[in-house]
């Protein structure tokens, strides 16, 4: 049994390691259409392609990266509002429970 796992995790590991973008797939086809007699094995287009999806991936990483850092700063910024307005309740409080103890005494 952990023999066909190891063979799977392989598998997909090695079908996903082959897996091309999709501007490195649009170059294969332009240049298996510019390359009839099979010439050459691998396109200058296939290239390029592959050059824009690893760019397009290293854009979407830091975008997402950029992303991550503005929400933390929200949830920092969310946590301080919170404890200020935690504070604020206890102050108004204390000042209530104060009001309340001088007129138990102007009432004794």
Request: hydrophobic share 45%; aromatic share 2%; proline share 2%.
């Amino acid at each position: 049994m952990k023999t066909v796992l190891t063979a799977a995790a392989a598998t997909l590991a090695f079908a996903l390691a082959a897996c091309d973008g999709p501007r490195e797939e649009i170059g294969e086809e332009i240049d298996n259409l510019n390359d009839a007699d099979g010439v050459f094995e691998e396109g200058p287009a296939e290239e390029l392609g592959e050059i824009a999806d690893e760019q397009a991936e290293l854009v979407s990483d830091e975008l997402e990266d950029q992303a991550d850092a503005v929400l933390e700063a929200g949830e920092a910024e969310a946590d301080a509002l919170e404890a200020e307005a935690e504070q604020v309740v206890e102050d108004a409080e204390a000042r209530a429970e104060a009001i309340d103890e001088r007129a138990d005494a102007l009432d004794n």
